[in-house]
């Protein structure tokens, strides 16, 4: 129906119950065995209805499927690592990349942001027999949108792999699974499922106005915490990712503009996603691809506020009329997804003052 459909959309509210008594799914999902199995078998079909090469596969939880969609011909692959110093850090980093990515055609656009340490300049020597390698120096201050700019006009791929050096993989065939969404003509870009090096989550999707101004839903789980309606460990759509590791085409990223330097450390990356939102694409995230992130161990958080005001001004529509693709029931101060207070409001726009004392709700 939603294929035929000129336009799908969510009410959200409680409008079926579902009893549950022995025997039925809603106790057991291991009650009807043959339903699991012909949900996995209805989504292949649709796949193969719409033209779409992949396989179905079913989750570890029942009546929940993963879909790994098949990389199309042998696209190049730029990965984008800015980094200064830090020389474990990005060794680690590239260890992990060459590892199991299960895609192979990729090259590396090495960004270094004026390092002086001898451990990581001895790194760069040894690299620079790798034919995929390429080293860009930019010593300009630190704007991480502007060594991402200079370093993709720099890149040859037809897509794109933003990447922090504080990330290593953790999955095999994490690359694929980001090549087979990204590919897709209706995708704008493509995050992945990061943890901190503790093992709770860090990120599996962006929340418009979590937190006050954009928050990663979830954040702090433990690692293997399905999370609300098992949101962490499914394929879905978000109306942004991290720019800890963001894919998307080179197409795409033309069409919009890039990384807007203004916002110079953080909130660029929740711009671009929201950039390509506006221009009609889908932002998705996959739980298939699976990195460790450090977060802020090579920078910190200097110079993080600057740019909240800015991105606030620029998306205050997005603030006011709440995030399209999170349940207006779901709390905006707490990322475990729990019922929204009904003094809630108040409070959420009194945090955002506290960031943006110009706020008005």
Excluded at 55 to 72: S, Y
Excluded at 100 to 116: A, C, F, I, K, M
Excluded at 215 to 244: C, I, K, Q
Excluded at 293 to 309: M, N, P, Q
Aim: aromatic share 8%; hydrophobic share 40%.
């Amino acid at each position: 129906m939603t294929e035929r459909a000129r336009r799908v959309c969510h009410i959200p509210r409680i409008l079926y119950h579902w009893r549950a008594i022995p025997g039925s799914a809603a106790t057991d999902a291991a009650a009807k065995p043959w339903a699991n199995e012909a949900g996995r078998r209805a989504v292949a079909e649709a796949l193969a209805r719409r033209g779409e090469p992949g396989t179905v596969e079913h989750h570890v939880r029942r009546g929940f499927f993963h879909v790994r969609r098949d990389v199309v011909g042998d696209p190049l692959v730029s990965i984008v690592i800015p980094f200064r110093d830090g020389a474990g850090l990005l060794q680690r980093c590239l260890d992990s990349i060459d590892e199991d990515p299960g895609h192979r055609r990729y090259e590396l656009v090495l960004v270094d942001n004026d390092s002086t340490e001898p451990e990581l300049l001895g790194l760069l020597d040894r690299l620079s027999d790798r034919r995929d390698v390429t080293v860009v120096h930019d010593p300009r201050p630190f704007n991480w949108a502007a060594l991402n700019n200079g370093a993709v006009d720099r890149s040859r791929g037809d897509l794109l792999l933003l990447l922090n050096n504080d990330v290593t993989a953790r999955s095999p065939g994490w690359l694929a699974a980001m090549v087979g969404h990204a590919q897709r003509p209706d995708v704008g870009a493509v995050g992945a499922r990061l943890l901190y090096p503790d093992g709770r989550v860090q990120h599996v999707g962006t929340v418009i106005g979590l937190g006050g101004v954009a928050g990663h839903v979830m954040a702090g789980l433990p690692g293997d915490a399905p999370g609300y309606m098992v949101f962490a460990e499914l394929t879905r759509n978000w109306s942004a990712v991290t720019g800890a590791c963001l894919m998307m085409r080179r197409a795409v990223f033309d069409e919009v503009g890039g990384l807007d330097e203004t916002l110079a450390v953080s909130y660029n990356d929740v711009d671009l996603c929201l950039k390509v939102v506006e221009a009609g694409y889908r932002i998705v995230y996959t739980p298939l691809a699976e990195l460790v992130h450090a977060e802020s161990a090579t920078r910190g958080l200097t110079g993080y506020g600057a740019d909240i005001e800015p991105f606030v001004a620029r998306w205050a529509h997005w603030l006011r009329d709440g995030d399209p693709l999170y349940n207006p029931n779901l709390s905006r101060l707490d990322a475990r997804c729990v019922v929204r207070l009904p003094d809630e409001d108040d409070r959420w726009n009194e945090r955002l003052r506290t960031l943006v004392p110009w706020w008005t709700s």
